[in-house]
């Protein structure tokens, strides 16, 4: 019912630069707060980035902070991440995910538990 797509992985060099996006569709009504996670293997999953509605308010890990920036464009329901200088600790299937509350603020940590609709993950793999 509910479908959440992602695309714009790939193989980059270190220093390089990728977009990824991500299509939400199915929702009858698409107010929330929406995100990235990435999970290297082996790894914890890690929470890398979210915006709210209004894209007045965004959260960053520390470990991409200043170079990665997320967006939305609201009227096609899609999420960007526009990843700037990455780095072999980069590399990890990023996936979309979509908050269970509408018009919640990208405020604290993320936590996995707060989101509700997931798509398939799409590779991001930076060779140094």
């Known amino acids: 019912q509910v479908q959440v797509v992602e695309s714009g992985g790939g193989l980059v060099q270190a220093g390089g630069s990728l977009r990824l996006s991500c299509t939400v569709s199915g929702l009858t009504f698409n107010a929330r707060r929406m995100g990235w996670f990435r999970q290297a293997p082996g790894k914890e999953r890690e929470g890398v980035s979210c915006?709210?509605?209004?894209?007045?308010?965004?959260y960053y890990a520390d470990s991409v902070k200043g170079r990665f920036t997320i967006s939305r464009d609201n009227a096609k329901n899609i999420l960007y991440l526009q990843m700037n200088s990455l780095t072999p600790e980069d590399t990890a299937m990023y996936y979309c995910a979509v908050d269970r509350q509408d018009f919640r603020d990208a405020y604290g940590p993320m936590s996995s538990s707060d989101f509700t609709f997931w798509g398939q993950g799409t590779q991001v793999t930076v060779s140094s």
């Open positions: 915006i709210n509605w209004f894209s007045d308010n965004a």
